[in-house]
């Protein structure tokens, strides 16, 4: 699966109803893409604290589909989810946070993170060729 509008016929399918009852779950799920365009994205939204917490959060605990059903906001995650990993499993947010490399930044705030070097260097081109 790749699209949010791929998960959403698919949860129709399962749960009933139509995808455009869906469609607002599986786009939030897959709008991690926005920050890395590839399979890493996965690590803020496809996992069962995600699942678990911040869905049900956003969504509350059920939906009512245009049938009338109401479904698990926590099921319809979980099965975007599996159906990203072939039917296998729901990754931890441990899963994905012992795999990152813990840098000096993210302890105490020693050094900086990439995008605050980044940032800092643009403003000292800009002050470089700044003409006030």
């Known amino acids: 699966m790749a699209k949010p509008w791929v998960h959403a016929e698919s949860s ?3 749960f009933g109803g139509s995808p455009e009852d869906y469609i607002e779950i599986h786009n939030l799920m897959d709008s991690s893409k926005g920050t890395i365009a590839d399979s890493r994205h996965r690590a803020l ?4 604290w995600f699942l678990s917490v911040i869905l049900e959060r956003i ?3 059920t939906i009512t589909n ?6 698990s906001v926590r099921e319809i995650g979980e099965q975007h989810v599996l159906e990203d990993y072939r039917m296998r499993y729901i990754p931890s947010a441990q899963d994905y946070l012992q795999e990152i490399e813990l840098k000096k930044w993210m302890i105490s705030g020693a050094g900086a993170p ?3 070097a980044k940032l800092n260097r643009v403003r000292s081109i800009k002050k470089e060729f700044s003409f006030d």
């Open 12 to 14: 129709a399918r399962k």
């Open 45 to 48: 939204t496809h996992n069962a």
């Open 59 to 61: 969504f509350g605990v």
């Open 66 to 71: 245009s049938e009338g059903r109401k479904i």
């Open 114 to 116: 990439p995008s605050f």
